[in-house]
């Protein structure tokens, strides 16, 4: 790509759910918009998510007593959370922060913040895929939240209680009746919680690409080149790409993991880590599979029936960009088998991803304190496919100068 001239109002950087969000939103409050990725649409987290609208997701991954819990889930090998011992230095100064982002009264503002995000994200959603003749593509339906006992549960209340204050509602299963409600369970599981107002994707790489062709057929624009960095000549940005350099009026960093690479460059360091996520997604088995989206807490893992197979999605790792650790996918078959007793054979494919994980759980949806042409959506963690409606839209009110519809303020880039 030689260097452009002509700019489109707002450059997105970034074509995964939330830029796509964002480039579709824009587009229908008449903006013109040019998508850049370095890959096609809809690639890494966008493609191998849950697939969950989570509009239960409020809680943060650091929460009060989890520095207690931690270093034993760090010393197995089977746990949900690792960290590769070579990242183990690098990654100190952030797990310092992540660590003081559990204390009660913080974890109580950031739920809080990520419920403002979330919570009318099925309903955003409903409207998007009406409008673009998506329908298919979004399930709503109970997400299932399976314990071995009511003592299991009972042993999260602050967790549980926090929810609930932050508007999540559910319906008590117990004992016949959890499988009643969902026969493929396994029968250890003696108590559940029917999640309200939550559905889920039967692709999400699916539905994140019939976004973007509706976008490029009324009008969008789309680069494919990596951004490098972003220089201000004047008030406008200029993007250095690995194919020339490409001007910009407005630009909004929505680049996932590698978006603190670029915020860098403009003078603002953001905590961000790649937190690795991986899953397993079973094709062609027999047996009886889930009719509903499956969590377990003690597992801490979701099982989707998507429309290309059985998806299990978990694992929490800390590593960078080093190779993935392939024995996490056989965790995952093994968790797959725990669950669903009566799901037979078929043809595991595995995936790891990094998420863009900040300390606080909460992404940056903020523009730039140092170059105002320049915008921020990232961080979004592991709701990001759940978020992209809200965040959009609150990109498109600072845009367009409008009062923003939630309090932005948690989510400013400068709270580090």
Not at 126 to 147: D, K
Not at 216 to 245: C, D, H, W, Y
Request: glycine share 10%; hydrophobic share 40%.
């Amino acid at each position: 790509m030689s260097q452009h001239n002509q700019a489109s109002d707002v450059t997105i950087i970034g074509a995964g759910i939330i830029g796509i969000n964002i480039a579709y939103r824009l587009q229908q409050q008449g903006v013109s918009t040019t998508l850049v990725d370095m890959a096609p649409p809809a690639q890494g987290c966008s493609s191998g998510n849950a697939g969950i609208i989570a509009t239960y997701g409020v809680t943060p991954v650091s929460m009060p007593g989890l520095w207690k819990q931690a270093p034993g889930m760090l010393l197995d090998p089977e746990g949900p959370l690792t960290i590769r011992w070579q990242h183990l230095l690098k990654i100190a100064p952030w797990l310092f922060r992540f660590m003081r982002a559990g204390k009660r009264q913080r974890v109580e503002q950031h739920a809080h913040a990520l419920a403002s995000l979330v919570r009318t994200s099925l309903h955003d959603y409903q409207q998007i895929t009406r409008e673009t003749g998506l329908e298919s593509m979004i399930q709503p339906s109970p997400m299932l939240a399976v314990f071995g006992s009511r003592e299991q549960f009972e042993r999260d209340p602050y967790g549980w209680d926090l929810r609930k204050r932050n508007g999540v509602e559910w319906d008590t299963l117990e004992g016949a009746d959890v499988q009643d409600f969902e026969p493929s369970l396994a029968e250890r599981f003696g108590f559940a919680l029917a999640l309200k107002n939550t559905g889920f994707a039967l692709d999400p790489q699916q539905l994140a690409h019939g976004l973007y062709e509706t976008y490029m057929k009324r009008g969008g624009n789309f680069v494919t080149t990596e951004v490098r960095s972003i220089s201000i000549e004047g008030v406008q940005p200029r993007l250095l790409t690995a194919s020339g350099t490409l001007n910009a009026n407005r630009v909004v960093i929505a680049a996932g993991a590698r978006s603190a690479l670029l915020s860098r460059t403009l003078g603002e360091n953001v905590p961000l880590q790649q937190e690795r996520g991986y899953h397993i997604t079973l094709s062609g088995y027999s047996g009886t599979a889930p009719r509903y989206p499956i969590m377990s807490p003690a597992h801490k893992v979701i099982a989707t029936p998507m429309a290309c197979g059985l998806r299990i999605a978990g694992m929490v790792e800390f590593g960078g960009f080093l190779p993935p650790n392939h024995k996490r996918g056989d965790i995952l078959r093994g968790q797959l088998n725990e669950l669903f007793p009566r799901v037979h054979g078929g043809t595991p494919s595995s995936w790891m991803g990094h998420r863009p994980t900040l300390p606080d759980s909460l992404p940056v949806i903020a523009q730039s304190m140092r170059q105002p042409s320049v915008y921020y959506a990232f961080g979004h963690q592991h709701v990001g496919l759940t978020c992209a409606p809200m965040t959009a839209r609150l990109i498109g009110e600072l845009i367009a100068g409008e009062t923003p519809s939630v309090d932005i303020r948690p989510f400013r880039v400068n709270r580090f």
